[in-house]
């Protein structure tokens, strides 16, 4: 039986995990990456990943700042620079780059590109090592206060902490013993990779309806990403149909100006809010969806992961620095006191944008109407509130 020891532990090798395990490796600490199932491989002639994140450009920052971002715009990406959301046509909010002075606002990326980027820095970096694909047994810890992990082909591997990156049904979290808040939000989101009849431009944009909103992505060539949110019976309903079905069911149901467009591929998710009760304890952190998941109406899941990642990298990298035990508690809760009030303020934003326009009483449709009008003619607070969203 062969036993392993390192400074960090990171499983799961998603989209967050890899840049946390990266950052820190790129810090000097020795990481072991440890992922169930490697990412696929890409190929450019493929349609696109169903799995589809919009990128905040604050996000992109971090990921520039780990070398990534070259490698993600050698396979595939696609800028926007328009945001636009609406429930009545007179009641439109526009966010625009321009407002900021910036280039764009972020970018349309497939989930297994971003993860791709990742892992080809993860394989080529000497202080990373890769345990993929494994199955995990259990987590115990031993004498010496170290987390032991134990596989499933006997193999064993002692960290001094343990990142549980896994993902919203993380079995760190569970073994750890950490509870969650969670609600299930009675909603499902089916994404579908459509092909336009012309370039899809780089506006992004959102209709509210009280079954869900529907939202379009634009993406590279002629290819976009349609979000459809709906009641879980009619996600599975939409997902069982055959293309040309489904092509009738969008054409009736998204708004006019989607124009034709043929569906290629779909997948439905449903939809649940979780936070967990605390984010550390002694050699355990938790980042990502592992820590909280939120309603995904306004792109903001791995764009938190990823402020998790690099306050987590920094809090780590710091406490060594100054010669701290930074596996420890103390020094865990600094991390978790940066992460989890800007997490909770976030996921309560999307409840409350998802309680309010879930409502088909005509009072609460005015009211939120008239939200909208405001907002869109708030001038410095507009920009506020896009500046938060894009985490700058
Ligand atoms: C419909 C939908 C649309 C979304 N759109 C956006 C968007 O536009 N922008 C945005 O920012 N976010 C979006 N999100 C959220 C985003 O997808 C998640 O926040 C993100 O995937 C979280 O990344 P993660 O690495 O924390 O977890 P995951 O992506 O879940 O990765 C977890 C990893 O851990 C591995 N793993 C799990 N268990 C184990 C185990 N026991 N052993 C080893 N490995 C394990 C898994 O294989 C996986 O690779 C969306 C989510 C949904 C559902």
């Not at 036993?3 to 989209?15: F, L, S």
């Not at 596989?151 to 960290?159: C, E, N, S, W, Y």
């Not at 609600?183 to 899809?200: A, E, F, G, R, T």
């Amino acid at each position: 039986m062969d036993n392993h020891q390192t400074d960090v532990a990171v499983v799961g090798g998603g989209m967050v995990g890899a840049a946390v395990a990266l950052g820190l490796a790129r810090e000097g600490f020795q990481v072991t990456l440890v992922e169930q199932q490697p990412p696929g491989a890409f190929d450019a002639s493929q349609p696109p990943d169903v799995r589809i994140s919009a990128i905040s450009s604050a996000s992109v920052g971090f990921l520039r700042s780990l070398d990534i971002w070259r490698r993600v715009q050698a396979m595939r990406s696609h800028p926007y620079t328009r945001l636009e959301t609406w429930e009545w046509q007179q009641a439109h909010v526009v966010f625009d780059a321009s407002e900021l002075q910036l280039p764009e606002l972020g970018y349309m990326v497939e989930n297994n590109v971003l993860q791709l980027a990742l892992w080809q820095a993860l394989e080529a970096h000497p202080r990373v090592r890769c345990l993929c694909p494994a199955t995990l047994r259990a987590m115990t810890r031993g004498p010496d206060h170290r987390h032991q992990l134990q596989f499933a082909d006997g193999q064993t591997l002692d960290a001094q902490l343990v990142i549980g990156a896994d993902g919203a049904h993380s079995r760190i979290r569970q073994w750890a013993g950490i509870g969650i808040h969670a609600w299930d939000y009675n909603q499902s989101c089916m994404l579908i990779s459509v092909q336009c009849d012309s370039s899809p431009g780089e506006a992004t944009w959102q209709e509210f309806s009280p079954r869900g909103p529907r939202a379009f992505l634009p993406l590279f060539d002629n290819w976009a990403s349609l979000a459809w949110y709906d009641a879980p019976a009619r996600i599975r309903q939409l997902q069982s149909m055959p293309m040309a079905q489904l092509q009738r069911e969008i054409a009736q149901t998204f708004p006019a100006r989607l124009g034709k467009v043929t569906p290629v591929a779909c997948g439905g998710f449903p939809l649940v809010r979780r936070h967990a009760l605390r984010y550390v304890q002694d050699g355990i952190a938790l980042v990502g969806d592992a820590a909280h998941t939120i309603h995904p109406l306004a792109g903001q899941g791995v764009n938190l992961g990823y402020r998790d990642a690099e306050a987590l990298i920094d809090v780590l990298a710091t406490a060594r620095g100054y010669g701290e035990r930074w596996y420890s508690a103390p020094v865990l809760k600094r991390y978790q006191h940066r992460r989890q009030p800007d997490n909770f303020l976030m996921q309560s934003g999307m409840d409350l944008f998802y309680a309010g326009f879930s409502n088909s009483l005509t009072p609460v449709k005015v009211l939120r109407n008239l939200g909208l009008m405001a907002a869109q003619r708030a001038g410095v607070l507009k920009r506020q509130a896009l500046r938060y969203a894009l985490g700058l």
